[in-house]
Antibody, heavy 125, light 109 residues
Framework: QVQLQQWGAGLLKPAETLSLTCATY????????WSWIRQPPGKGLEWIGE???????NYNPSLESRVTMSVDTSKKQFSLKVTSVTAADRAVYYCARGTVTMIHGSGPYNWFDLWGQGTLVTVSS | EIVLTQSPGTLSLSPGERATLSCRASQSVSSTSLAWYQQKPGQAPRLLIF???SRATGIPDRFSGSGSGTDFTLTISRLEPEDFAVYFCQQYGSSPRYTFGQGTKVDIK
């Protein structure tokens, strides 16, 4: 049962704009932080940024100048754009549902409990 | 930025053995902010542990987490064949809001 499904172009040329969209099939966007996370092949995970249902964003400073996220609550979708891509942007990109919450007065606790299937983005001329 | 360093890079063990994975933070991390994920080849990460020691829904009790301050541990009490995978720790902080360790691969000896 698909809960987050993502799509977008997998092959880009240098200087083009990466564009990915993630659709949610798990209820409301409200109450969660919808993130994009990337993973270069064979390497670790890098958080790109997040957006709420009301459009509030928070980006990783390392990518902030090139990243824009948006949300369409009517379609229950959120999107990522990364401008001016280079070979260094080659990675599997994941969308993910993030929770930040207090539990019994302690916290905040946080976790990513739902993930998209991943999209490999390659940058090549 | 809080940097998470995981060790060892690779852990070679046999089914039934105990696995102990370390995650060390460059500065103190709140115990409520530390999570662990499992990733198998070609798959997205799966949440195992949040808040240092709370198991996510459906996670077997052979997985446990502990630690505080800058030192955190994921323990798999008895490795099952499906546990051979890469494990990442992750923390929630200020800027950037989330960082991940580089991962520990648990492979079959």
């Amino acid at each position: 049962q698909v809960q987050l499904q993502q799509w977008g172009a997998g092959l880009l040329k240098p200087a083009e704009t990466l564009s990915l969209t993630c659709a949610t099939y798990v209820g409301s966007l409200s109450g969660y932080y919808w993130s994009w996370i990337r993973q270069p092949p064979g390497k670790g995970l890098e958080w790109i940024g997040e957006i709420t249902h009301s459009g509030i964003t928070n980006y990783n400073p390392s990518l902030e100048s090139r990243v824009t996220m948006s949300v369409d609550t009517s379609k229950k979708q959120f999107s990522l754009k990364v401008t001016s891509v280079t070979a260094a942007d080659r990675a599997v990109y994941y969308c993910a549902r993030g929770t930040v919450t207090m539990i019994h007065g302690s916290g905040p606790y946080n976790w990513f409990d739902l993930w998209g299937q991943g999209t490999l983005v390659t940058v090549s001329s | 930025e809080i940097v998470l360093t995981q060790s060892p890079g690779t852990l070679s063990l046999s089914p039934g053995e105990r696995a102990t994975l370390s995650c060390r933070a460059s500065q103190s991390v709140s115990s409520t902010s530390l999570a662990w994920y499992q990733q198998k080849p070609g798959q997205a990460p799966r949440l195992l542990i949040f808040g240092t020691s709370s198991r996510a829904t459906g996670i077997p009790d052979r997985f446990s987490g502990s630690g505080s301050g800058t030192d955190f541990t994921l323990t798999i009490s008895r490795l099952e064949p499906e546990d051979f995978a890469v494990y990442f720790c992750q923390q929630y902080g200020s800027s950037p809001r989330y960082t991940f360790g580089q991962g520990t691969k648990v492979d079959i000896k």
